[in-house]
């Protein structure tokens, strides 16, 4: 049996193998459901933040929630960061990884198009404007 704040190798090659798991699943899931579910933060959208957060930390941490494991993860997190953000310099990783802009808004017009694949309302739109400084509203 190992000390409680301490964990065995092959719990810690596990919680680097469910965070490297994790990440690559918010990725796809993210270039696949589009940035919109991280763009804005109503109370309802913090609510899924938070359990999007919690069910990760499940995953990764397992039946080992000590203290090494955390570490272990959270450094393994960092590491995945620097590494993704060295690899945008390179245009094909961003294409990969980030989701091509959309225009919702063209001289002064609403584009339902653009909205339908951000998933916004034109409330949402009207809104973000006004949080911009724009004193004009969308048409």
Do not use: C, N
């Not at 190992?2 to 065995?8: A, N, R, V």
């Not at 690559?24 to 933060?41: D, E, P």
């Not at 609403?110 to 009207?126: C, I, P, Q």
Request: net charge positive.
């Amino acid at each position: 049996m190992t000390h409680p704040l301490e964990i065995s190798f092959t719990q810690g090659i596990t919680v680097v193998l469910s965070t490297v798991g994790m990440y690559a699943a918010f990725l796809i899931m993210i270039r696949v459901f589009g940035s919109r579910v991280l763009a804005r933060m109503s109370t309802f959208d913090l609510v899924v933040t938070l359990m999007m957060g919690a069910i990760a930390g499940r995953v990764v941490l397992g039946h080992t929630p000590v203290l090494a494991a955390g570490v272990l993860g959270l450094a393994t997190l960092l590491l995945l960061e620097v590494i993704v953000g060295i690899a945008r310099a390179s245009d094909r990783a961003t294409w990969l990884l980030a989701p091509p802009p959309v225009m919702i808004i063209e001289d002064g017009a609403v584009l339902k198009e653009g909205m339908r694949r951000s998933h916004v309302t034109h409330a949402e739109v009207a809104s973000a404007l006004r949080q911009a400084g724009s004193g004009t509203s969308p048409r």
